[in-house]
């Protein structure tokens, strides 16, 4: 069964310091990965989307994400960030069967502190 | 602008009673989905619809009921057997049913139960 899991539910820190959330997910072929964004209160913007090809892919707002397909993760980076990036983050495999949605993991939220 | 309108924003019902969300796109995507979130436990799946006319249960269907007349629009009513039906609520959408799609979300209506 499809799964993803990001194991930080909060993390805090300081704007201009680089940034790592971890997500990992259980699936048997090549998965559709996606990571979306949710300032408090709104629906979910798609940062960026792996389906194939390069590992290292480029998202908006300047974050980026390295599918690792050995260790079944698919980490979101972005070397600075900044007071407007305070949200919640969430990671998702697309269902290959039946309907095209997401499973979703639980999202970490992340605190930026000036 | 194309985008996704879900109202009213904030919701209040009184126990026993049914409500109905709405939820209308004017990007012309076949495909639109209803999702329950809920603090810490991600996004699931409640139901969707891949065509006018058709819908299917989501991870999380009882105590819902969907319809799907209009290729633009796709209500949710969530009914008085729905043991627990204080959360948010968004709405989503995709060109198709093509896995490979992002989904694309609304703002969200949060439902409060009193």
């Known amino acids: 069964a499809q799964s993803v899991t990001q194991p930080d539910i909060h993390i805090t820190v300081s704007e201009g310091a680089s940034l790592e959330l971890r997500c990992n997910y259980s699936?048997?072929?090549?998965?559709?990965l996606f990571w979306y964004v949710q300032s408090p209160g709104q629906g979910l913007q798609l940062l960026l989307k792996?389906?194939?090809?390069?590992?290292l892919v480029q998202g908006i707002k300047g974050f980026e994400a390295e599918f690792k397909r050995s260790q079944s993760s698919f980490n979101l980076r972005k070397p600075s960030v900044h007071w407007s990036d305070a949200a919640e983050y969430f990671c998702?495999?697309?269902?290959?069967?039946?309907?095209?949605?997401?499973?979703f993991g639980t999202g970490t939220r992340l605190t930026v502190i000036p | 602008d194309g985008g996704i309108t879900q109202s009213p924003k904030y919701l209040f019902r009184k126990e026993g009673q049914n409500v109905t969300l709405s939820c209308e796109q004017n990007?012309?995507?076949?495909?639109m989905y209803w999702y329950r979130q809920d603090p810490g436990q991600g996004l699931r799946l409640i139901y969707y619809s891949q065509i006018v006319n058709d819908f299917q249960k989501g991870d999380i269907a009882e105590g819902y009921s969907v319809s799907r007349e209009k290729k633009e629009s796709f209500p949710l009513t969530v009914t008085s057997a729905q043991k627990n039906p204080t959360a948010f609520y968004l709405c989503a959408s995709t060109p198709s049913r093509d896995y490979y799609n992002e989904q694309f979300f609304g703002p969200g209506t949060r439902l409060t139960v009193l």
């Open positions: 699936y048997g072929a090549t998965p559709y």
């Open positions: 990007l012309n995507h076949d495909a």
């Open positions: 998702a495999v697309g269902r290959q069967t039946g309907a095209n949605n997401l499973f």
């Open positions: 792996y389906f194939s090809g390069d590992t």
